[in-house]
C-alpha cells in the first residue's frame, strides 16, 4: 500500500487508511516506535518499555566499540 506524507498544521505526518487502523489496533493518545532497518526502511512498532531499555543499551555498545564495528563491517 502507497502512502505519501501530508503536511498535518507545522509538522509532516502519513495518514493510515481507516482498515488498517482498525485491523492493527491502532488509537489516538497510544505510542509507537519507530525503527530505522539497515536497509532503510522504517519500522513501526508498538511502544514497548523493554524494547526501548534495549534498544538504549544496543546504542551504548554501537558508540562504544564503534571503531571495532566498522572493522567487521568490511
Known amino acids: 500500500m502507497k502512502i505519501e506524507p501530508k503536511r498535518i498544521g507545522n509538522s509532516t505526518g502519513f495518514i493510515i487508511p481507516r482498515d488498517v487502523v482498525v485491523r492493527l489496533g491502532i488509537e489516538q493518545g497510544k505510542a509507537f516506535y ?6 532503510g526502511s522504517l519500522r513501526i512498532a508498538p511502544y514497548d518499555p523493554e524494547f526501548e531499555k534495549a534498544m538504549d543499551i544496543v546504542d551504548e555498545i554501537m558508540v562504544e566499540y564503534k571503531d571495532t564495528l566498522r572493522a567487521l563491517a568490511k
Open 34 to 39: 519507530l525503527t530505522e532497518l539497515a536497509d
